[in-house]
């Protein structure tokens, strides 16, 4: 069945990085666009980034560009997200999931925990 595992959270101080990853496993995962999502206390889940299946077109939501960054590694079933001059306002559990710009599944992982204070 579908899996995800994210892991790579923590704590961290503004201005700091953090790289996330999300091993996949249950389906095809070269065939498929993966995206991140956040979900801080009291909000809903939003869509972070995505990536296309080969991993040559990217989206980010408009609080994160030009500080995050996806990208998958097709051989390991894996999706990474590279997180630099993180803020406190980054606070959430990141999780991912195949497709692009919406969830394919419904099934969500644990979640990482990225905590961001000083």
């Known amino acids: 069945q579908v899996r995800f595992v994210e892991s790579g959270g923590g704590l961290v101080q503004p201005g700091g990085s953090l790289r996330l990853s999300c091993a996949a496993s249950?389906?095809?995962?070269?065939?498929?666009?993966m995206s991140w999502y956040r979900q801080a206390p009291g909000k809903e889940r939003e869509l972070v980034a995505a990536?296309?299946?080969?991993?040559?077109?990217?989206h980010y939501a408009d609080s994160v560009k030009g500080r995050f960054t996806i990208s998958k590694d097709n051989a390991k079933n894996t999706v990474y997200l590279q997180m630099n001059n993180l803020k406190p306002e980054d606070t959430a559990v990141y999780y991912c999931?195949?497709?692009?710009?919406?969830?394919?599944?419904?099934?969500w992982g644990q979640g990482t925990q990225v905590t961001v204070s000083s």
């Open positions: 999931n195949a497709g692009y710009l919406r969830a394919e599944y419904d099934y």
């Open positions: 990536i296309s299946r080969a991993g040559g077109v990217t």
């Open positions: 249950g389906f095809t995962f070269n065939n498929a666009p």
